[in-house]
T-cell receptor
């Protein structure tokens, strides 16, 4: 079956702009989690959605937001971009029949560069 | 701030040797622990999960968990050059809906 699809793969944005990233989970998966990966901080949790509800949020400023649609597709938005937002943004989907992380399938990520 | 700590490496081992990777975690409420492998330029993939104290073996991989010491390890037997990657240790948070990742240990297996 199809994997987790993240679009776009690469983005270059200017400071102050906003950006929307998209994630389509594996068919049947209702949980979508977002992570930010940088060389300095590693993988950091942004938020998790299950059946359109945000169940958990990481320690990121309010400029980072997300949502999930009824078909389980998820989007995350970053407003007023800063240079430090340059990172690989990874989406992971799961069917949540086990603990978090069990059955996680990561997408290929969106590489965001802020200039 | 809940943390998972790993030695960044690089850890270099010859082909056929045992590679030993370790991590410690700070949140005693963590219940589930995972090892992910990430090749350069790729996304992480799950290689082992462990939930109770002791050892869990899967092929060439053995995960070990000691909750009293808040310590997780991964042993890779008969290491192959294809095992060269960054290994990420992760622990579930208390809410059970997120993972806390270590920054990863880079493993290099030379032929």
């Amino acid at each position: 079956k199809a994997g987790v699809t993240q679009t776009p793969r690469y983005l270059i944005k200017t400071r102050g702009q906003q950006v929307t990233l998209s994630c389509s989970p594996i068919s049947g998966h209702r949980s979508v989690s977002w992570y930010q990966q940088t060389p300095g901080q590693g993988l950091q949790f942004l938020f998790e959605y299950f059946s359109e509800t945000q169940r958990n949020k990481g320690n990121f400023p309010g400029r980072f937001s997300g949502r999930q649609f009824s078909n389980s597709r998820s989007e995350m938005n970053v407003s007023t971009l800063e240079l430090g937002d340059s990172a690989l943004y990874l989406c992971a989907s799961s069917d949540q029949t086990g603990p978090p992380g069990y059955g996680y399938t990561f997408g290929s990520g969106t590489r965001l560069t802020v200039v | 701030q809940k943390e998972v700590e790993q030695n960044s490496g690089p850890l270099s081992v010859p082909e056929g040797a045992i590679a030993s990777l370790n991590c410690t975690y700070s949140d005693r409420g963590s219940q589930s622990f995972f090892w992910y492998r990430q090749y350069s330029g790729k996304s992480p993939e799950l290689i082992m999960s462990i939930y109770s104290n002791g050892d869990k073996e899967d092929g060439r991989f053995t995960a070990q968990l000691n909750k009293a010491s808040q310590y997780v390890s991964l042993l890779i037997r008969d290491s192959q050059p294809s095992d060269s990657a960054t290994y990420l240790c992760a622990a579930s948070d208390q809410a059970g809906t997120a993972l806390i990742f270590g920054k990863g240990t880079t493993l290099s297996v030379s032929s």
